[in-house]
């Protein structure tokens, strides 16, 4: 169960990276929120509400590839404990709601 568990959180992190570095054509720099404003690098767009401007910039891809690698990290160093490792479940946690997920998860 470990191994198809350890699958899913790969394939995962993959779509997530793969997204982010699509988000990020010229590695532009860091998202920023500006009140209604999220500055995407590359263009501006307002009309958000505030909290939401900074929810959105605070998913700026170079960010996103960051969270990604610290997780490729911790999944590397418990790949091989014994089921149920606590700190994979808590990785997969997010994606329960993915078809994909495992149903011994």
């Known amino acids: 169960m470990t191994e198809e568990l350890v699958r899913f959180l790969e394939a995962r992190l993959d779509e997530e990276a793969d997204l982010a570095r699509r988000c990020d054509g010229d590695g532009c720099g860091e998202w920023s929120a500006h009140g209604h404003t999220v500055d995407f690098c590359q263009v501006d767009l307002s009309g958000f509400h ?56």
């Open 50 to 105: 505030p909290t939401i401007a900074q929810h959105v910039a605070l998913h700026d891809p170079a960010r996103v590839l960051r969270e990604i690698e610290a997780k490729r990290r911790i999944l590397a160093r418990h790949a091989r404990d014994p089921w149920p490792c606590h700190d994979l479940r808590d990785l997969a946690s997010p994606y329960v709601d993915h078809p994909d997920f495992p149903a011994q998860a």
